[in-house]
């Protein structure tokens, strides 16, 4: 018991890591769009994720005399943007705590995990909250200054603010993934890209509140603008990124235009709802779960797009994107494994 003291009051140093900074930095657009369409209640959501992250690995790294890392910060950041902007607080921080432990920690730390820690705990609060994450949907703000004076668009003294309208008994929330599989609504494309998600859609007499899905999915154009900073000072691999939308892409056309799969949508509004593209940018391309050799890299996200098409529009729900990462993430050490003996074979001959 003594020891275990000794080593809890002992203050782990902190590692300043500057990849991680630069994936902070593209994030920043992301985070701004989220508050602008969002409001306040983002950077709250955000904080206590970087909160519970932090304790959870100072813990750790106290009782093996080991280092926090600026990793943890950005797993909270992929993480509580990866959750509903209306996401009970005390959620994110179980999932934050479970993605950090045992996504992370329990393999020794950053650089020797399997699977990405922001996934780990993103999936682990799909499983085990799924009401209130599926019911924590809310529209956008418009217009200026849009959520950035603002607390919630789903908190208000007498409830939603959505739902003050006088012809609307009841209301039904639907991410636009969703309203395109229930109802066979077609979210406009450029409000797809823009995160202009919002408004009350009537379909069959029966009227739903559109709203966006994930906080920091909600804006394509917030998350090319982050790849491009990465990119560019090649804080990620490109095809790591490139590689998931590929798949995603080639399967879409593969099962709607050659055998004729209806489930599946146009490819673009596929590339642009539901996570595709913050999972390709921002989870993909985490260094240490994903495989080291570029033509496994290659083969690792386009099997990652494959899956997230095939889980999202034939499997029972759509919790595509996590599942398919932890896929890939168990796929990763065979891939690198597999290119070793394939080198080392040809050198052999």
Known sequence: MRTLNKNLMQKPQFLKQKPMQKVMIA????????????????????????????????????????????????TAMLYGLALPPAV??????????????????????FGKNVFNPAIVGRAFVWI???????SKFVPAF????????????????????????????AFTTATPMFAEQTYGYITNLWSLFTGQITGIIPVEGHKFVLGAGSMGEVSSLAILLGAAYLIYTKAAQIRLMLSPIIGAMGMAVFM?????????????????????????????????????????QWIYGIFIGIMIVLLRYEGIFTGAVAFSILLGNMLAPSLDLWKKRLKSGKAKA
């Open 27 to 74: 994030l920043t657009p992301v985070i701004l769009a989220a508050v602008y369409f969002f409001g306040l209640r983002v950077l709250a959501v955000l904080a206590i994720c970087s909160i519970f992250a932090f304790l959870t690995e100072w813990i750790m790294a106290s009782k093996r005399n080991g280092k926090v890392t600026q990793a943890c910060f950005v």
């Open 88 to 109: 009970p607080f005390w959620v994110a921080a179980v999932g934050i705590i479970v993605g950090i432990l045992f996504g992370k920690e329990v393999f020794g730390g």
């Open 128 to 134: 085990c909250f799924p009401v209130e994450l599926t």
């Open 142 to 169: 418009s217009g200026f200054p849009g959520g950035f004076t603002k607390w919630s668009m789903g908190e208000t003294a007498t409830g939603p603010a959505f739902a003050n309208t006088s012809d609307l008994d």
């Open 256 to 296: 709607k235009y050659i055998i004729g799969a209806e489930s599946v949508p146009d490819p673009a509004f596929v590339l642009l709802s539901g996570g595709l593209l913050y999972a390709a940018v921002f989870m993909v391309t985490e260094p240490v779960s994903a495989p080291k050799t570029p033509q496994t």
